[in-house]
């Protein structure tokens, strides 16, 4: 059976916060247009407070308080099934690790499914444990495994590896990119971790400062297997910090350094 | 080993106890001050052939359908009072009016109302808890998280699994909070409505031997309650709360 992914076209035409007393309103986003292909890995970047978290908190339904459209194709059906990976694991501190991720489960007698995952992610020994127990890399980790746990068609990631320390966060993006090949899902990653982004995306957004629109974006066609050596990424991760920089001027020679790629 | 130790202490202290009443009734001899003995003696008598077993029935099962009556309905108001403005605005001088309305009143008016009834009886007991436990669950879940609330919606839980597996769990100290307190409150008004309005269990069994003078009888009626009380509290609360609480480090 060829794996369903999905395709998102999202069009914002403004999303605003009602300011707390004191404060007037805030915009977040205005004018945001973007279409994420089905298996896409698209990452999005941009200074902190561009409305990044809002983009994935709109198109997760968490929040339907904006004015714009937000389709997925295929759009048969239902909403696409969606895996959010939040900042923090959020996982239920009064459930260990294997209950928190089986809860998320459509169908609850997925059990062999669900060892596999915990397998898949390192925390079988530590399926039994409650949250509280976990080190920070663990409970991403178990966080993860949750997000799998549902076969997405979507994965949404909000910097899902904040603060861990460098090695295991590098860890977890090659365990990310392992999972992804195996179980194919289309990803909207958020970081604004530079070199993150050029290490796991096909396709990078970069948002503009607030109210956040997609003021440039970066495809990389070259294979993650052909990005490992340090001199290649250390390009990449210049050639995106120059585009976030100088959008337009960039933009160019982005295309020429890094042919799109086809299909 | 601590265990051990905590349960000698008990003993200890129990039998300081039996003592001083022991010496405090040699004191005062009199046929109105019995000592254990006689107490332990009438209790095993009334167990066996009196009313205690009958009586004690009859408040245990006030008890349990007012304070569940009172843990439900005082969960979903305080839950809805939090979550509305203008449901809280609505109840809340109802609220404070009940935490303070002395449990005696309301006891005396539900038995004008609607006669000397179970009902009243019950509805009597509910009424003086219920407050305290829209109080509490009201504070609960004003302080339920919206994080995990995001999580459970982003994840397409449902109402069910959303309540039972991350709103309740949540709610759950206060939860234990409001029925300890409840439970306290409980057991002293049922003994107060049974008193004034039923013609059994252990408050009319207590108003019988006030005027009797049947002092031994008295105490030994307030020992079986208490060791019910008890055995509530060690046996339920104390082993829910351990199992509640068993996530946290």
Redesign the interface.
Request: aromatic share 6%; hydrophobic share 55%; with cysteine.
């Given at each position: 059976m060829a794996p369903v992914t999905v395709a998102i076209t999202v069009a914002i035409d403004e999303k605003r916060y009602s300011g707390r007393a004191g404060a007037g309103p805030v915009t977040a986003l205005r004018g945001l247009h973007a279409r994420i292909g089905p298996s896409e890995f698209c990452v999005v970047t941009g200074p902190s407070g561009c409305g990044k978290t809002t983009l994935l908190n709109i198109i997760a339904g968490l929040d339907r308080d904006f004015s714009g459209t937000l389709s997925f194709a295929p759009s048969d059906g239902d909403r696409p099934r969606i895996g959010y990976v939040f900042q923090s694991p959020r996982l239920l501190p009064w459930r260990t690790v294997r209950e928190n991720v089986a809860l998320v489960q459509p169908h609850r007698a997925e059990l062999a499914v669900l060892e596999r995952l915990l397998a898949d992610v390192g925390m079988a020994d530590m399926a039994g444990a409650y949250p509280v127990q976990l080190s920070g890399g663990m409970a991403r980790r178990a966080a993860l495994a949750r997000a799998f746990a549902i076969a997405p068609d979507l994965l949404l990631m909000d910097e899902p590896f904040l603060s861990l320390d460098a090695a295991a966060a590098d860890h977890l993006r090659s365990l990310l990119l392992r999972l992804v090949s195996t179980r194919p899902a289309t990803v909207l990653f958020v970081t604004h971790d530079f070199g993150e982004a050029v290490t796991l995306a096909d396709r990078i957004l970069v948002l503009s400062p607030a109210p956040g629109r997609v003021m440039a974006e970066m495809p990389i066609a070259l294979a993650r297997t052909e990005r490992g050596d340090p001199d290649t990424l250390s390009a990449l991760r210049a050639e995106l910090a120059r585009l976030a920089d100088h959008p337009i001027a960039a933009a160019n020679t982005a295309k020429t350094a890094f042919p799109q790629r086809n299909g | 080993m601590r265990l051990r130790v905590a349960l000698a202490e008990r003993v200890a202290s129990l039998l300081v106890l039996l003592v001083a009443w022991e010496a405090a009734s040699r004191w005062a001899h009199s046929r109105l001050f019995p000592g254990p003995e006689a107490v332990l003696a009438t209790l095993a008598d009334e167990a066996a052939h009196g009313g205690l077993v009958h009586d004690l029935g009859a408040t245990l099962a006030r008890v349990a359908v007012a304070f569940t009556l009172a843990m439900v309905i005082g969960t979903v108001l305080g839950i809805a009072m939090a979550r509305s403005r203008a449901i809280d605005t609505l109840l809340d001088s109802g609220v404070v009016l009940l935490l303070n309305l002395p449990a005696l009143v309301i006891a005396v008016l539900l038995y004008i109302w609607l006669g000397l009834t179970e009902a009243a009886a019950i509805g009597a007991v509910t009424l003086s808890k219920l407050p305290t436990v829209v109080v509490t669950l009201r504070e609960g879940a004003r302080t339920l998280d919206r994080?995990?609330a995001?999580?459970a919606?982003?994840?397409d839980?449902g109402i069910w699994?959303t309540l039972r597996?991350?709103t309740l769990?949540q709610l759950?100290p206060f939860f234990l909070v409001a029925s300890r307190t409840g439970l306290a409150l409980i057991w002293k008004i049922v003994l107060v409505v049974e008193l004034l309005g039923r013609p059994d269990g252990i408050g009319y069994a207590i108003q019988v031997f006030f005027q009797l003078f049947d002092v031994r009888r008295l105490i030994a009626y307030a020992l079986a309650f208490v060791a019910v009380v008890l055995a509530v509290e060690w046996g339920v609360l104390q082993p829910l709360e351990r199992r509640?609480a068993?996530?946290?480090?």
């Amino acid at each position: 059976m060829a794996p369903v992914t999905v395709a998102i076209t999202v069009a914002i035409d403004e999303k605003r916060y009602s300011g707390r007393a004191g404060a007037g309103p805030v915009t977040a986003l205005r004018g945001l247009h973007a279409r994420i292909g089905p298996s896409e890995f698209c990452v999005v970047t941009g200074p902190s407070g561009c409305g990044k978290t809002t983009l994935l908190n709109i198109i997760a339904g968490l929040d339907r308080d904006f004015s714009g459209t937000l389709s997925f194709a295929p759009s048969d059906g239902d909403r696409p099934r969606i895996g959010y990976v939040f900042q923090s694991p959020r996982l239920l501190p009064w459930r260990t690790v294997r209950e928190n991720v089986a809860l998320v489960q459509p169908h609850r007698a997925e059990l062999a499914v669900l060892e596999r995952l915990l397998a898949d992610v390192g925390m079988a020994d530590m399926a039994g444990a409650y949250p509280v127990q976990l080190s920070g890399g663990m409970a991403r980790r178990a966080a993860l495994a949750r997000a799998f746990a549902i076969a997405p068609d979507l994965l949404l990631m909000d910097e899902p590896f904040l603060s861990l320390d460098a090695a295991a966060a590098d860890h977890l993006r090659s365990l990310l990119l392992r999972l992804v090949s195996t179980r194919p899902a289309t990803v909207l990653f958020v970081t604004h971790d530079f070199g993150e982004a050029v290490t796991l995306a096909d396709r990078i957004l970069v948002l503009s400062p607030a109210p956040g629109r997609v003021m440039a974006e970066m495809p990389i066609a070259l294979a993650r297997t052909e990005r490992g050596d340090p001199d290649t990424l250390s390009a990449l991760r210049a050639e995106l910090a120059r585009l976030a920089d100088h959008p337009i001027a960039a933009a160019n020679t982005a295309k020429t350094a890094f042919p799109q790629r086809n299909g | 080993m601590r265990l051990r130790v905590a349960l000698a202490e008990r003993v200890a202290s129990l039998l300081v106890l039996l003592v001083a009443w022991e010496a405090a009734s040699r004191w005062a001899h009199s046929r109105l001050f019995p000592g254990p003995e006689a107490v332990l003696a009438t209790l095993a008598d009334e167990a066996a052939h009196g009313g205690l077993v009958h009586d004690l029935g009859a408040t245990l099962a006030r008890v349990a359908v007012a304070f569940t009556l009172a843990m439900v309905i005082g969960t979903v108001l305080g839950i809805a009072m939090a979550r509305s403005r203008a449901i809280d605005t609505l109840l809340d001088s109802g609220v404070v009016l009940l935490l303070n309305l002395p449990a005696l009143v309301i006891a005396v008016l539900l038995y004008i109302w609607l006669g000397l009834t179970e009902a009243a009886a019950i509805g009597a007991v509910t009424l003086s808890k219920l407050p305290t436990v829209v109080v509490t669950l009201r504070e609960g879940a004003r302080t339920l998280d919206r994080d995990l609330a995001d999580m459970a919606r982003s994840f397409d839980l449902g109402i069910w699994r959303t309540l039972r597996h991350v709103t309740l769990p949540q709610l759950a100290p206060f939860f234990l909070v409001a029925s300890r307190t409840g439970l306290a409150l409980i057991w002293k008004i049922v003994l107060v409505v049974e008193l004034l309005g039923r013609p059994d269990g252990i408050g009319y069994a207590i108003q019988v031997f006030f005027q009797l003078f049947d002092v031994r009888r008295l105490i030994a009626y307030a020992l079986a309650f208490v060791a019910v009380v008890l055995a509530v509290e060690w046996g339920v609360l104390q082993p829910l709360e351990r199992r509640l609480a068993r996530w946290r480090r």
